[in-house]
């Protein structure tokens, strides 16, 4: 008679070679430290317009050591998630801020600092959910908070799973793993 193990497993196991879509490693210099010149353009590109779309790309191009982990977080959304409706500009200037107050780059932040950025996210609300949002301060997120939830994930393994609202644990699971897996 065949041993148990032989039943269970009649093929043997291949090693897992799934891989991150996006890994710190991929990127050479994560430094957490601003220089003064990526300061100024920061700042510079957070007075920008949404008018000013041609001039937003020319300087995060510029900024690329800063800009271009979130525009990959972004690339990755939006490739999983095509229909989902969701603005370049606003995702970035809503991280950038908050790197330019903390005066560090998202690699170096802490659990507690993602998790005050994940809650200062504003909640979207549209027609009777904007009742629910007065009556129980719940409502659904928009794709923003999705984006910052995986960047998170992406850049310091932080799973974030907030009091006040919910954790888009099968949309993150889709985007990072692709739908025909779930």
Known sequence: MPPANRLAHPFPEEPCSFRMPIE?????????????????????????????????????????RVTQPL?????????????????????????????????????????????SVIDALPKRSRGTVAQDVQANGAARSNPHYTLVQ??????????????NRGFPAHMMGEILFGPQVL
């Open 150 to 163: 995986l960047a998170a994930y992406l850049f310091s393994d932080l799973l974030y799973l907030p009091a």
């Open 24 to 64: 710190p490693a991929d990127y050479f210099d994560r430094s957490p430290v601003l220089s003064e010149e990526e300061r100024r353009g920061i700042a510079y590109l957070l007075q920008l317009a949404p008018s000013r779309y041609l001039e937003f790309k020319r300087q995060a191009r510029v900024l690329s």
């Open 71 to 115: 525009m990959d977080v972004l690339a990755l959304f939006q490739h999983r998630r095509p229909k989902s409706r969701v603005f370049r500009h606003c995702f970035l200037k809503y991280l950038l801020a908050h790197v330019l107050q903390t005066n560090t780059l998202y690699w170096g932040w802490s659990s507690p600092v993602w998790a």
